[in-house]
């Protein structure tokens, strides 16, 4: 166990940094500074989803920076991928040379943050906690577990994960997270919005994965020590966060 922290020292420093400034922004719980916050993952998210992408387009920044500008002033944040991809498609429509990838990076990883926002929004700082419980634990709950008793592998996109790694994790996440949830909703509600979420950012994980293999990279950035790109550190979060909107919003 020891030899764990040892070799992942450098992991486990910066995952404790960002825990400490996701605890502040919590604590203050501002719409406006969760907003500036989330916007700044957004932006480095986005330019990371371009290389991933292999795209290019400086435009796309601009619209990446309006969209997330309107999401302030808006009620509901997750109408704005359907307004970008009406935009596009009548673009495509027009000038028939349009790259039709460039709607990619909307689609992820922006769709996906806009449901943090709308987590927020909707359901307060205590879905935020939540969300983070359940993802974490999902990651570090599978990552000690494989680590332990995994031997079966998971999927061939992340040769790493494996199936009892992978149960391991969402069976933690399930026990820690619904206690997270019943600062929300009651019990019944809670356990089952925990074990969606948790599946789901299993996914969330394996898309990002996914992308990368194809790109032939092994991070998606190197902005954070020990974890790489933004992308590589939120990929479960991704998933996990529209999920729980859905479930959420069926269940109530």
Same mark, same amino acid.
């Given at each position: 166990m020891t030899?764990?922290?040892?070799?992942y020292?450098e992991?486990?420093?910066?995952?404790i940094?960002?825990?400490?400034?996701?605890?502040l922004?919590g604590?203050i719980?501002?719409?406006?500074?969760m907003?500036a916050?989330?916007?700044?993952i957004?932006?480095?998210?986005?330019?990371?989803?371009m290389k991933? +992408?292999?795209?290019?387009?400086?435009s796309m920044?601009?619209?990446?920076s309006?969209?997330w500008?309107?999401?302030?002033f808006?009620?509901?944040?997750d109408?704005l991928f +359907? +307004?970008?991809?009406?935009?596009?498609a009548?673009s495509?429509?027009?000038?028939?040379?349009?790259d039709?990838?460039?709607?990619?990076p909307?689609?992820?990883?922006?769709?996906?943050?806009?449901f943090?926002?709308?987590?927020?929004?909707d359901f307060?700082?205590?879905?935020?906690f939540?969300?983070l419980?359940?993802v974490a634990l999902?990651d570090?709950g599978a990552?000690?577990?494989?680590?332990?008793i995994?031997k079966?592998?998971?999927s061939?996109?992340?040769?790493n994960?494996?199936?009892?790694?992978?149960?391991?994790?969402?069976?933690?996440?399930?026990?820690?997270?619904?206690?997270a949830?019943?600062f929300v909703?009651e019990w019944?509600?809670a356990?089952i919005?925990?074990?969606?979420?948790?599946?789901?950012?299993?996914?969330?994980?394996l898309?990002?994965?996914?992308l990368?293999?194809?790109?032939?990279?092994?991070d998606s950035g190197?902005?954070?020590p020990?974890?790489?790109g933004?992308?590589d550190?939120?990929d479960?979060?991704?998933?996990?966060?529209?999920?729980?909107?859905?479930a959420l919003?069926?269940?109530l």
């Amino acid at each position: 166990m020891t030899k764990i922290f040892t070799d992942y020292q450098e992991r486990w420093l910066t995952g404790i940094g960002l825990l400490a400034v996701v605890g502040l922004i919590g604590w203050i719980d501002s719409f406006f500074i969760m907003w500036a916050f989330l916007g700044l993952i957004y932006m480095f998210a986005f330019y990371e989803a371009m290389k991933l +992408f292999k795209l290019t387009g400086p435009s796309m920044y601009v619209w990446a920076s309006l969209l997330w500008l309107v999401a302030y002033f808006y009620p509901n944040p997750d109408d704005l991928f +359907f +307004f970008m991809a009406v935009i596009f498609a009548s673009s495509l429509a027009y000038f028939h040379n349009f790259d039709k990838r460039l709607l990619l990076p909307f689609l992820y990883p922006v769709s996906g943050i806009l449901f943090f926002l709308i987590l927020y929004q909707d359901f307060g700082i205590a879905s935020m906690f939540w969300l983070l419980v359940t993802v974490a634990l999902t990651d570090v709950g599978a990552f000690f577990t494989g680590k332990t008793i995994g031997k079966t592998k998971f999927s061939d996109t992340s040769p790493n994960k494996t199936l009892e790694g992978v149960f391991g994790g969402i069976i933690i996440a399930t026990l820690a997270g619904s206690f997270a949830g019943l600062f929300v909703v009651e019990w019944k509600i809670a356990i089952i919005v925990t074990v969606v979420t948790s599946v789901a950012s299993v996914f969330g994980d394996l898309f990002e994965s996914y992308l990368k293999r194809e790109a032939g990279v092994k991070d998606s950035g190197d902005l954070l020590p020990g974890h790489g790109g933004i992308l590589d550190r939120i990929d479960g979060y991704l998933f996990g966060a529209v999920i729980m909107v859905i479930a959420l919003r069926s269940l109530l």
